[in-house]
């Protein structure tokens, strides 16, 4: 899962129901191009070019998943959807709403259908104000000059007006704010880690990820799981205790709470599977003396995926020490969790069933993961 690309969007209305046609852009952003960082103030600002009302105007900062010119084709569709007419006479026209893409990360583009960064962003002030508010430190690509420095040196002595109007960005209608800790589990290849990173990013939290990578003992497990599969959960189980004892006693003053992608519990449902049964008497014994000590997280969420899509999501993730895993083995692991969830009723339980959905690729699935989580 990568981080997403930053981009700084510009957005104006001067005709119609200004406020509430900026807030459906911003909807609309929020939805269909990526999650909103942050929102500038907006500002009054004349007409430029044209003999014409006033304009609102504002800036937004987004990290997409989406590539340049897909961003630039969900801005044009926003717009023509909120009554955006395009003229093709060579003159400025008012406009219902108004989408420009300023910068997309530190991309240079000259096509013909795509120009980054914007050929005129740095010369006006409408669009150099509100971004002071939101990237000032943000480099021009090109000129090679923060945004403050780019402000400091623009000729536009076009007077802008604060408003004391605000966009709400639509990612605060998911409230975490009862939740210190949130564990994220799922079969192999559910897609916990990448849950897991973006909460982190969109909402501010200290994300705890397993180092399941640094285990020596996995690739042999699937070679050879009968000789391994003590070794493999015994070191697991130490790495997971270890790893949860050690984040959760760091308190971060500068993170709103903790999501982790795996719970501790994990390490008895997987032990019952791989170990034989004498092997697992004795590992259940030794489990229970460690999970005794270590921190419940206030949510868990179950992300169920069918043992199709897990394979299909094992095959693209490519780790070669995983293309063996047959689906018997998921069914197994699915089974163990259910039961698992069964048996423990006291805890904050929720099963989020993502068998038809893929978040990572689709944004709408993504909200509405969030949305199941909240509700």
């Not at 070019?49 to 897909?70: P, R, S, Y």
């Not at 623009?154 to 409230?175: H, M």
């Not at 997280?297 to 047959?326: A, F």
Request: overall charge negative; glycine content about 4%.
């Amino acid at each position: 899962m990568t981080k997403g690309q930053t981009i700084l969007i510009g957005i104006g209305s001067n005709t119609g129901d200004t406020l509430n046609i900026l807030q459906a852009a911003v909807d609309a952003i929020h939805m269909q191009v990526g999650s909103i960082h942050q929102i500038s103030k907006l500002y009054q600002t004349p007409a430029l070019g044209f003999e014409g009302n006033d304009f609102t105007n504002g800036c937004m900062k987004v990290i997409t998943q989406l590539n340049a010119t897909q961003v630039l084709g969900k801005l044009l569709a926003i717009e023509t959807k909120l009554g955006r007419v395009r003229h093709n006479d060579g003159h400025y026209h008012s406009r219902t709403i108004d989408l420009d893409l300023l910068f997309y990360g530190s991309l240079i583009s000259k096509s013909e259908d795509l120009e980054l960064p914007h050929p005129r962003g740095h010369e006006r002030l409408f669009v150099l104000q509100p971004l002071l508010d939101i990237a000032p430190d943000f480099l021009h690509p090109v000129l090679n000059k923060t945004i403050e420095a780019l402000l400091n040196m623009c000729d536009d002595k076009s007077v802008l007006t604060p408003l004391d109007a605000r966009l709400t960005n639509p990612i605060q209608n998911f409230n975490f704010s009862n939740f210190n800790f949130i564990a994220i589990e799922g079969n192999i290849g559910a897609g916990k880690t990448s849950l897991a990173h973006m909460m982190s990013h969109d909402f501010n939290a200290k994300k705890i990820l397993e180092r399941f990578a640094d285990n020596p003992f996995l690739p042999k497990f699937y070679e050879d799981a009968p000789r391994y599969a003590f070794p493999l959960e015994m070191s697991f189980l130490a790495d997971r205790y270890q790893q949860i004892s050690d984040d959760l006693s760091q308190l971060d003053l500068f993170s709103d709470f903790i999501v982790s992608d795996y719970d501790v519990f994990k390490s008895l449902i997987f032990s019952k599977i791989t170990l034989s049964d004498d092997e697992f008497v004795l590992y259940r014994k030794l489990f229970y003396q460690v999970y005794k000590d270590v921190a419940r997280p206030d949510l868990y969420i179950y992300l169920y995926q069918n043992s199709e899509r897990l394979q299909e999501n094992i095959i693209l993730r490519g780790r070669d020490y995983e293309q063996t895993i047959e689906s018997s083995y998921l069914d197994k692991i699915n089974i163990g969790y259910l039961e698992f969830i069964k048996k423990h009723p006291e805890f904050n339980i929720k099963i989020i069933d993502i068998s038809n959905r893929d978040f990572i690729k689709n944004r709408i699935d993504y909200l509405w993961i969030l949305d199941q989580i909240c509700s």
